[in-house]
């Protein structure tokens, strides 16, 4: 059972940035592949970035040059830094975990608010 805690959320005005983090317990992550999604007012939930064990990462094509996603295997954490951010990143943001045996993990999730 891996355990998620996201962090970094807030309110933010258009333009500006943010660090989302999410630490995981357990000692398997670094075996992980950890993924940001998010659920804006009225939609479904969507891949943000993801990262694999090995380090390649994948972003969807709205937060592609602007996000980056990164992880400390050391202390169990991945990241997502968010720059020039856009009213429509506005969404709850999820960390999850998905390890070697296909099991699948979410974190509570962290509100991020981008005003005009």
């Known amino acids: 059972q891996v355990q998620l805690v996201e962090s970094g959320g807030g309110l933010v005005q258009a333009g500006g940035s943010l660090r989302l983090s999410c630490t995981a317990s357990?000692?398997?992550?670094?075996?992980?592949?950890m993924g940001w999604y998010r659920q804006g007012p009225g939609k479904q939930r969507e891949l943000v970035a993801d990262?694999?064990?090995?380090?390649?990462?994948n972003y969807a094509n709205s937060v592609k040059g602007r996000f980056t996603i990164s992880r400390d295997n050391a202390k169990n954490t991945v990241y997502l830094q968010m720059n020039s951010l856009k009213p429509e990143d506005t969404a709850v943001y999820f960390c999850n975990a998905a390890d070697i045996y296909g099991m699948r993990y979410w974190g509570k999730g962290t509100l991020v608010t981008v005003s005009p």
């Open positions: 990262i694999t064990s090995g380090g390649i990462t």
């Open positions: 357990g000692n398997t992550f670094r075996r992980n592949t």
